[in-house]
Nanobody, 117 residues
Framework: QVQLVESGGALVQPGGSLKLSCAAS????????MAWHRQAPGKQRDLVAV???????NYADDAKGRFTISRDSANNTMYLQMNSLKPEDTGVYYC???????????WGQGTQVTVSS
């Protein structure tokens, strides 16, 4: 059973930065893709950024140019560097991963990010 543990969420002022971490219980090379999703209050969970096993990345339009997804194979950890934060970035950020064999989807428990003055 894969475990994903997020950390790094906090209250931050508009324009500030945060770096989220997602620690996996096994090698990140076990995953086809890893991603960050956000769920704002009263809204559905939406994709923010994704990275595949080749290191290719993709971002939601509102994250492009502000957020950077990355991974560290030595620590089996995925990151999301968030800069120029806006109030609309507020929400619970979830780590997501899909294993290669067998193909299964895993979610972390989420970490709260609040952008407010």
């Amino acid at each position: 059973q894969v475990q994903l543990v997020e950390s790094g969420g906090a209250l931050v002022q508009p324009g500030g930065s945060l770096k989220l971490s997602c620690a996996a219980s096994e090698s990140i090379f076990s995953f086809n893709v890893m991603a960050w999703h956000r769920q704002a209050p009263g809204k559905q969970r939406d994709l923010v950024a994704v990275i595949d096993d080749g290191g290719r990345t993709n971002y939601a339009d509102d994250a492009k140019g502000r957020f950077t997804i990355s991974r560290d194979s030595a620590n089996n950890t995925m990151y999301l560097q968030m800069n120029s934060l806006k109030p609309e970035d507020t929400g619970v950020y979830y780590c997501y991963a899909v294993t290669k064999v067998p193909v299964r989807v895993y979610w972390g428990q989420g970490t709260q990010v609040t952008v407010s003055s």
